[in-house]
């Protein structure tokens, strides 16, 4: 497969500046690949050469390798304490 994305086809091409006649050779333009775990089907994960416009696109659904935390839920609520309301002479109104 070589220097190619695996999703979009992308390869390396040829460019340059104009014509200059001096034997200078072009410049090469690569895509920009990452090589990335990804979930395809229900959950199986493969290794990818994928570039970095379809990470940023959401083109790709990285693997996520254990769920979020997430804080347990409490089905008892506690009892709330009965207000206390200041008396005396320095209570404020």
């Not at 695996?6 to 200059?20: D, E, S």
């Not at 050469?49 to 996520?64: D, E, F, N, P, S």
């Not at 979020?68 to 008396?87: D, G, I, N």
Request: hydrophobic share 30%; charged share 25%; proline share 9%.
């Amino acid at each position: 497969m070589g220097n190619t994305v695996t999703l979009r086809g992308k390869a390396k091409y040829l460019g340059g500046v104009g014509t200059k006649v001096t034997g200078i050779s072009r410049r090469k333009f690569k895509p920009n690949l990452q090589r990335l775990r990804v979930t395809v089907g229900r959950g199986t994960a493969t290794s990818v050469l994928v570039c970095t416009q379809c990470i940023k696109g959401g083109r790709v659904t990285k693997l996520v390798r254990q769920q979020p935390f997430r804080l347990p839920s409490v089905e008892k609520t506690k009892p709330t304490a009965p207000e206390v309301v200041p008396s005396g002479p320095r209570a404020r109104p």
